[in-house]
C-alpha cells in the first residue's frame, strides 16, 4: 500500500487534537500521522504525542500555511506517497480520507469539498458572494469544476508534493486560493470530492457581517494576486533526498 | 500648472503603480506591505490627473496652501511606516532569538544521544 502521511497543522488546539488524532487512527490503521504544533502556548504538542502522532513543534507561529509547508517537507524527505490535511478542530472526517486517496489514482491534488446537499455548513452574505467568484474563477485556471475552492481538507500525491513543499503559500487565505493556481500552473490535475463538514471541537467561526466583508475584499485581494504572480515552479529545489535523511 | 508638468506628474505615478505591481508580481512583498504601497500609488496616481483635488481638499479642511497638506500626509504616513518598519523588526528579532534558542537545546540532545550511543 502507498504510504500516506496525515498531516494535522494545530495551533492551541488541546482540547480537539487528541480526539482528531486517535479518531485518524481508528479510521486509517496503516498511515502516520504528523501534528504540526504551530507555536502553541498550550498543551498541543504534548496531547497529541500521548494519542501516539509525530509531531513537529514550530518554535514561532507561522500560521496554516507555514505548518502545512513543514508537513510537506516533511513528506517529501521521508518519501511519502500522499500528504492528506486534516484540521485539528474535528470539522475534517477521518474516515473520508479514503475517498480523497482513492481519487488520488488519476489526479495530482484532491480536495474534499462540502456540496449544498451533504454536510451542514452555512454561509450567506459576502462571503458567500466571495466563495462564488472564487469558484468560476479557480475553476476556469485549474480546468477542472470546483465548487467550494475554500476547503481545507486536501490529499496531495506524488507529483505535487515536492512542488508544495517548496512553495506552498503562507500568506492569510494563500493556503487555499494561491495553492490552487501554483497546483494547475505547475501542471498538477485537480479533482473534488464531496465530503461532509463537521462541526467543530473547540472554537468558534466567525460570521459578523464586517468580518466578512473583510474576507470578501482579502479573498479578492489574494485572487488577483496568486494570478498576477509569476511562478517559478522548481520542483525538487533544496529537499534533500530521502537516503541522506534515512542514513 | 502647464499640461507638460500634468504629464510629469502621470508619468511619473504611472512609473510608481507599475514598479509596485511588477514588485509584487515577483513575489518581492507580502500581501500586507503590497496593499499598503498599492494604496500609496493609488492616491499618488489620482493627484496627478485631478491636481485641483488637493487645492479642493486643503480648502474643505481649511489649510491655506495645498502643499502644506500633502506634506503634513506624507510626513504622518512616513512617521506611521517607521513605527511599523520598528514592530516588524522587534518582532523578528525575537522570532530568531527562540530559534537560536531551540537549534542550542536540539544540538545539546543530539550531543546527549551520539554519547549515550556511544557508551554503550
Known amino acids: 500500500m502507498d504510504r500516506v502521511l496525515i498531516v494535522v497543522p494545530a495551533w492551541n488546539e488541546e482540547e480537539a487534537v487528541g480526539d482528531t488524532v486517535r479518531e485518524i487512527f481508528a479510521a486509517l490503521p496503516d498511515v502516520d500521522v504528523l501534528v504540526v504544533d504551530d507555536g502553541s502556548t498550550d498543551r498541543t504538542a504534548r496531547v497529541a504525542r500521548a494519542a501516539g502522532a509525530m509531531v513537529l513543534e514550530l518554535p514561532i507561529n507561522l500560521g496554516v500555511g507555514g505548518a502545512m509547508r513543514a508537513g510537506f517537507r516533511y513528506a517529501v524527505r521521508h518519501d511519502y506517497d500522499a500528504a492528506v490535511q486534516v484540521d485539528a478542530d474535528g470539522q475534517h472526517n477521518p474516515v473520508e480520507v479514503k475517498d480523497l486517496l482513492a481519487e488520488l489514482g488519476h489526479a495530482d491534488l484532491v480536495i474534499g469539498v462540502r456540496f449544498s446537499g451533504k454536510g451542514a455548513y452555512h454561509v450567506a452574505g459576502p462571503r458567500k458572494w466571495a466563495m462564488k467568484v472564487l469558484a468560476v474563477v479557480l475553476s476556469r485556471v485549474t480546468k477542472t469544476k470546483l465548487t467550494d475552492t475554500t476547503s481545507g481538507f486536501k490529499a496531495t500525491g506524488r507529483k505535487t508534493l515536492p512542488l508544495f513543499a517548496e512553495n506552498y503559500p503562507t500568506e492569510y487565505l494563500g493556503d487555499t486560493i494561491e495553492a490552487l493556481v501554483i497546483a494547475a500552473r505547475g501542471g498538477c490535475k485537480i479533482v473534488q470530492v464531496p465530503v461532509n463538514m463537521r462541526v467543530r471541537r473547540a472554537g468558534t467561526p466567525s460570521h459578523s457581517p464586517l468580518k466578512s466583508s473583510i474576507y470578501l475584499f482579502r479573498a479578492g485581494f489574494a485572487l488577483v494576486l496568486a494570478l498576477i504572480r509569476r511562478w517559478d515552479i522548481k520542483s525538487n529545489a533544496d529537499t534533500p533526498l530521502p537516503t541522506e535523511v534515512k542514513a | ?120
Open chain 2, 1 to 120: 500648472m502647464s499640461v507638460a508638468t500634468q504629464i510629469l506628474g502621470i508619468v511619473a505615478s504611472l512609473v510608481l503603480v507599475a514598479g509596485i505591481i511588477e514588485m509584487l508580481r515577483r513575489r518581492q512583498f507580502t500581501e500586507k506591505y503590497a496593499v499598503m504601497w498599492l494604496v500609496v500609488a493609488v492616491i499618488v496616481l489620482v493627484l496627478a490627473i485631478w491636481p485641483h483635488s488637493l487645492v479642493d481638499l486643503a480648502n474643505l479642511i481649511g489649510i491655506a496652501i495645498p502643499t502644506n497638506l500633502l506634506f503634513f500626509v506624507a510626513i504622518v504616513f512616513t512617521v506611521g511606516v517607521s513605527v511599523h518598519q520598528s514592530w516588524e523588526l522587534s518582532r523578528l528579532e525575537s522570532e530568531t532569538r527562540k530559534l537560536a534558542e531551540d537549534l542550542a537545546i536540539l544540538r545539546l540532545e543530539i550531543e546527549e544521544k551520539l554519547k549515550d550511543k556511544a557508551d554503550n
